[in-house]
């Protein structure tokens, strides 16, 4: 059973930067699609990017120019730059080995634990 580790989440003042790692245990990263999800309290879960095996990136809208995917190794990183308020939640890594819908969840077979990232203003 595959599992993932999200670490690197952590308090930081609006505008300021976090980069957050997603570990998985059994296969290397690169055999997966990868997405990050975040949630706030009392909303859903929602997209924020994704990377494939190939490696192709997508972003949200919420995350273009600001946040940036890459991959090494066995580690997906997520580059947080200029981070707003509204970037406050629970931060959880995703994979998949089959075909998706990178913005859908349910597509997603394996979650880590999630990481909490709070922006202050």
């Known amino acids: 059973q595959e599992r993932l580790v999200e670490s690197g989440g952590g308090l930081v003042q609006e505008g300021g930067s976090l980069r957050l790692s997603c570990v998985t245990s059994?296969?290397?990263?690169?055999?997966?699609?990868v997405g990050w999800f975040r949630q706030a309290p009392e909303k859903e879960r929602e997209f924020v990017a994704g990377?494939?095996?190939?490696?192709v990136t997508t972003y949200a809208n919420s995350a273009k120019g600001r946040f940036t995917l890459s991959r090494d190794n066995n580690i997906v990183y997520l580059q947080m730059d200029n981070l707003k308020p509204i970037d406050t939640g629970v931060y959880y890594c995703?994979?998949?080995?089959?075909?998706?819908?990178?913005?859908?969840?349910?597509?997603?077979?394996?979650w880590g634990q999630g990481t909490q990232v709070t922006v202050s203003s």
């Open positions: 995703a994979a998949t080995g089959r075909t998706l819908v990178m913005s859908n969840p349910h597509d997603y077979d394996y």
């Open positions: 059994e296969r290397p990263v690169s055999m997966y699609n």
């Open positions: 990377i494939s095996w190939e490696p």
